[in-house]
């Protein structure tokens, strides 16, 4: 009504609509209703509001305790697969030098007996000039026990 009456200046008839339509919504305020306005902050008890907010806070420490808990045990997992590959590394190095040690083996054995071959055809070839030279020694000695018994048998 304030408005109103300082806009019109103490007329009784509003001069213009605009001014028609504030008395109408000034005056209409007066009719009673049931309706009122609600404003969630005040409705919300005290002991409400902390119990909301110590809900939420709950909610979001489980929230971050299952985001840890699944980012452990998705670096066990992986640090599980890790140590599974190295694993498997190991195992392949480890007969890649089995193997290398086997054939380094293998071929010395081959070696050694290929030596024992030459050594022994060196032997053999050695035995052959050995038992000619020996024969040779016993035919010598033979003859020369042949020739002192000649001459034994000349001089008696």
Do not use: C
């Amino acid at each position: 009504m304030a408005i109103g009456q300082r806009l019109s200046n103490g007329s009784g008839r509003l001069a213009s609509p605009v001014l028609q339509r504030l008395q109408l919504r000034e005056d209409s305020d007066s009719v009673g209703t049931n309706y009122q306005k609600t404003n969630a902050a005040v409705e919300m008890k005290r002991l409400n509001r902390e119990q909301f907010w110590e809900q939420a806070k709950r909610e979001e420490e489980e929230r971050k305790q299952e985001e840890r808990q699944k980012a452990m045990e998705e670096r066990l997992r992986f640090e599980q697969e890790r140590m599974e590959q190295e694993r498997k590394e190991q195992e392949e190095r480890e007969k890649r030098y089995q193997e290398r040690e086997q054939q380094i083996e293998e071929h010395r054995k081959k070696l050694q007996d290929e030596e024992a071959e030459e050594a022994k055809k060196r032997l053999q070839s050695n035995s052959i000039f050995m038992d000619q030279r020996d024969e040779d020694e016993a035919a010598e000695q033979k003859r020369t026990e042949s020739e002192v018994e000649v001459n034994l048998y000349q001089l008696v």
